[in-house]
């Protein structure tokens, strides 16, 4: 694979635990802490923007007027960019109406798909506070994704911040769970066959983080749907598109993921990288990870990159998520 390689968990030479970095290898490289390249790369590919600014197409840098360079919400310009989408001719399925938390269900429309398709439940990011999963730019994403995957994919349109204070996302997360293992998807919503052995948690931005921590949740040897209990829903693998994380230093709770395959982006215009490859390197310095880490790499991607169909790299981000998916889903 071009973008992506694998990185087992447990990789011989790191003795004492130490960091597993290597030396780049890019010439014009300053060799800064930015450079994040030879996360377990012996051959380096570097990341280092040098001083690089990403090449967008004019139609992305109008969709981006929205956000200032600092990261800032312009919110007149971002409240008439946030239309919301009809459901048709997806569907809409109520997981908890006391809590007003639903979901968007984007299905094959083919009845005669087989074998069973696996399902994506997935998490749209927006710093935990912006849009929703009938918004314009993520209802288009999931179609794409149930498209280009051929999977079936669960947008969970969880309780935003200020209103809802934390963790009510990871709390709507599990809860969305629980339900999709008890109740299934009916027929109605979902008409082809769908295999809940091979469920795949994804998430982009915050909803990566979200996707992270319901993973950990889930599959954690206390939560009563941990390894050896008997679930129709069985976590396959997380995947985490430029997931925020945020802190000094990893929880112990981040640190526990034993029984997820994760796989991760990063992109170098992304100012989250350095989080993404201190997250990967956790993940394999940690002795208690038996998976396989995978990390899809795009130098030239900026954050959210995969919401702009126009952007090269995101059809790449498809091929590979696909490839993803195919090795890690039930036989």
Request: hydrophobic share 40%.
């Amino acid at each position: 694979m071009e973008a992506a390689e694998e990185l087992e968990a447990g990789m011989d030479g790191l003795s004492n635990r130490k960091p597993w970095r290597r030396a780049c290898r890019r010439q014009q490289c300053t060799g800064g802490a930015r450079c994040k390249a030879t996360v377990g790369d012996p051959a380096g590919k570097c990341t280092e923007t040098d001083g690089r600014r990403p090449s967008l197409p004019y139609s992305v840098q109008l969709k981006l007027a929205a956000f200032s360079p600092d990261g800032s919400v312009r919110t007149t310009l971002f409240k008439f960019g946030d239309l919301q989408a009809s459901a048709s001719p997806c569907a809409d399925i109520t997981i908890d109406a006391a809590r007003g938390l639903w979901a968007r269900v984007f299905s094959p429309a083919d009845k005669d798909a087989a074998p069973p398709l696996p399902v994506v439940v997935y998490f749209h990011g927006g710093g935990f506070v912006l849009f929703s999963a009938a918004s314009r730019l993520y209802d288009a994403l999931c179609r794409r994704l149930c498209h280009e995957l051929g999977v079936v994919v669960v947008s969970i349109n969880y309780r935003l911040a200020p209103h809802h204070r934390f963790p009510v996302a990871y709390d709507d997360g599990v809860a969305a769970l629980r339900y999709l293992d008890a109740h299934g998807l009916p027929a109605e919503v979902a008409p082809v066959a769908v295999d809940f052995s091979s469920c795949f948690l994804a998430g982009d931005s915050a909803g990566g983080n979200i996707a992270h921590h319901v993973a950990q949740r889930w599959s954690s040897p206390t939560s009563p749907h941990g390894r050896g209990n008997n679930n129709n829903l069985r976590l396959a693998g997380a995947v985490l598109i430029q997931p925020l994380f945020g802190g000094e230093e990893r929880t112990a709770a981040e640190m526990e993921l034993a029984n997820v395959c994760p796989s991760l982006t990063l992109a170098g215009f992304d100012p989250l990288k350095d989080r993404h490859a201190s997250y990967v390197e956790m993940l394999l310095l940690d002795k208690g990870n038996d998976k396989a880490v995978r990390l899809a790499e795009y130098p030239d991607a900026i954050h959210d990159f995969y919401l702009f169909p126009e952007i090269a790299d995101s059809g790449k981000l498809m091929t590979d998520i696909k490839l993803f998916l195919e090795e890690h889903k039930s036989n």
